[in-house]
């Protein structure tokens, strides 16, 4: 079964750091772009950007640039969100999601449970 | 990059059928065919129902159907059924610089 299976939710205080993950499985992950989502309480979704797990080429949305950092570790089929020091208003549940195929990039069928990620003193 | 624009509700009886447009410009929707559809339903992952204006992905019902008319894209889902009651957003790709932008969401209710 083709699948994306992310960690946990995470509470964490401001001005600290985080990673989160997205670990594929049933198909070839180095072959699909991931892609990152993120939604805010009660808001709706947003393209964080997607990276490409066989090279690492990773492309931001303007609104994410700088704010956090995509990787992957194709030896273990697993993609990452991660941030360096979070605020309060990155409280959100993100997603990560496979391309629909091997060389589209702009629609993505396989979606990860999402991550809750709270920030909070 | 602002949302694309998508009324923030819809709604029909079981059986009649609901349309939600998405509004953008040419440097999103108008400008490329890769307008996408999501489902989604509150507290679980989203589901892509269409791709490329107008395709459907594998296991998807014929009820969903995709158009596009110049900077305008189009989500029709026929023949309601309660299940369908969700949120649905419309994504476009809009450049190398942007990626891709989503819609503002449309809360379907099914009456």
């Known amino acids: 079964e083709v699948q994306l299976v992310q960690s946990g939710a995470e509470v964490e205080k401001p001005g600290e750091s985080l990673k989160i993950s997205c670990k594929g499985s049933?198909?070839?992950?180095?072959?699909?772009?991931i892609a990152w989502v993120r939604q805010m309480p009660g808001k709706g979704l947003e393209w964080m950007g997607i990276?490409?797990?066989?090279?690492?080429?990773?492309r931001y949305s303007p609104s994410f640039q700088g704010h956090v950092t995509i990787s992957a570790d194709k030896s273990i089929s697993t993609a990452y969100l991660q941030w360096s020091s979070l605020k309060a208003s990155d409280t959100a549940m993100y997603y990560c999601?496979?391309?629909?195929?091997?060389?589209?990039?702009?629609?993505?069928?396989?979606w990860g449970q999402g991550t809750m990620v709270t920030v909070s003193s | 990059q602002s949302a694309l624009t998508q009324p923030p509700s819809a709604s029909g009886s079981p059986g009649q059928s609901v349309t939600i447009s998405c509004t953008g410009t040419?440097?999103?929707?108008?400008?490329?065919?890769?307008v996408s559809w999501y489902q989604h339903h509150p507290g679980k992952a989203p589901k892509l129902m269409i791709y490329d204006v107008n395709k459907r992905p594998s296991g998807v019902p014929d009820r969903f159907s995709g158009s596009k008319s110049g900077n305008t894209a189009s989500l029709t889902v026929s023949g309601l059924q309660a299940e369908d009651e969700a949120d649905y957003y419309c994504?476009?790709?809009?450049?190398?610089?942007?990626?891709?932008?989503f819609g503002t969401g449309t809360k379907v209710t099914v009456l």
């Open positions: 990276i490409y797990p066989g090279d690492s080429d990773t």
């Open positions: 049933g198909y070839s992950f180095t072959s699909y772009c």
């Open positions: 994504s476009s790709y809009a450049g190398s610089n942007i990626l891709y932008v």
């Open positions: 999601a496979r391309s629909l195929y091997i060389g589209k990039e702009d629609s993505f069928d396989i």
């Open positions: 040419s440097s999103d929707v108008g400008g490329y065919k890769s």
